[in-house]
């Protein structure tokens, strides 16, 4: 209990442990990131680096090489393990994610038209964006709302996301071998094609909406009981689930903006930190640390276990999320279980 002038907040014990867990593991992906790659360097030849003494080489691979990527994997994986958060929240479903109900295939399908028919340095981020609000606004009408109906909710937009995906690929096909290549790296996931301007848009998104999410927590957490509870209670159900999604869809189509539509950061980040969160609460913010950890550390993987050969980033999640979403269905425990 934390008192300061006749206010006072009530901390989880369990929370800050595990957000303290999260930053020392976010802190050993981020040096092992820097520190592994065609030239090794020792950790404190990297912090060095950051800080701008040391040798010239040291500063140029680590400040103009490999900060830019892992910057690209540390906001992405956070956007992307936030939009999951707040979507399982709302649809009192731990399959509901943005890869899933087709928030990422819709930002997917608009990015690759831009570069297919429109290319433009802006474009992508910007059409990921709209793609993203069209497949979450169609899934929502049809589906009828995010209320009582969460599970009818992740059906329609699993539907939504296969339409998006087929017309993907339909542009794909019918484009030249140039253009296609030029586009393959967002339908797969992937850091390598991540440009400033996008990055800049997401940390800018995420300082937004994150601080936002954070101060939701109260009453998403009132969205686990039934919607008369909640009622009960204050809150504005209807409101705070259109602002909420809002939020969600704009962290998805952002994080899609920069590495594409990496699937299951959304699943297992929300997963970990709800292991290593207070039940009492929505871990809004240890989902977003856990997300970042995840994607640098899977990046650190795709670089390093074929090297030379670098497997994308969102290749090297699906291996393991995968295996991991059908372990969570096989052992007995309900999707709907928060």
């Known amino acids: 209990m934390l008192r300061w002038r006749g206010h006072s907040l009530l901390l989880p014990r369990r929370s800050l442990l595990g957000l303290a867990w999260l930053l020392l593991g976010l802190v050993v992906v981020f040096i092992a990131s820097l520190s592994i790659g065609s030239m090794p360097l020792a950790p404190q030849r990297v912090i060095a680096a950051l800080f701008g003494s040391g040798d010239p080489l040291d500063i140029y691979l680590v400040r103009e090489l490999r900060l830019g990527r892992l910057g690209a994997a540390l906001a992405s994986g956070a956007g992307f393990a936030l939009s999951g958060c707040l979507l ?13 109900i087709g928030i990422n295939n819709g930002a997917t399908a608009f990015a690759v038209a831009s570069i297919v028919a429109l290319p433009m340095s802006f474009a992508p981020p910007m059409l990921a964006l709209v793609g993203a609000v069209t497949a979450t606004a169609l899934t929502f009408a049809l589906a009828g709302g995010v209320g009582v109906r969460g599970y009818r909710f992740i059906i329609v937009g699993v ?16 484009t030249s071998i140039d253009a296609a290549n030029a586009a393959f790296p967002w339908t797969v996931g992937s850091l390598n094609g991540s440009g400033a301007g996008a990055q800049i848009m997401l940390w800018i998104g ?19 009981f039934a919607e008369p509870v909640a009622l009960g209670w204050g809150v504005r159900v209807a ?39 207070s039940h009492r609460s929505v871990p809004v913010l240890n989902a977003a640390l856990a997300g970042a950890m995840l994607m640098a550390l899977a990046d650190l993987l795709g670089r390093t276990l074929l090297a030379p050969v670098e497997v994308p980033v969102g290749i090297v999640t699906a291996l393991v999320g995968g295996p991991y979403l059908i372990w969570i269905l096989l052992r007995g425990d309900s999707p709907r279980a928060l």
């Open 88 to 100: 399982q929240t709302l649809t009192r479903n731990r399959l509901a994610m943005p890869d899933i």
């Open 159 to 174: 539907g939504i996301g296969a339409v998006f995906g087929a017309l993907t690929n339909l542009m794909l096909a019918r």
């Open 206 to 224: 995420l300082a937004v909406c994150l601080p936002l999410a954070m101060a939701s927590t109260r009453g998403l957490s009132s969205l686990r």
């Open 239 to 277: 409101r705070l689930r259109l602002f909420a999604l809002a939020l969600a869809v704009i962290c998805a189509a952002l994080a899609v903006a920069v590495a594409g539509p990496v699937g299951m950061i959304a699943l297992i980040g929300p997963e970990l930190a709800r292991r290593l969160s």
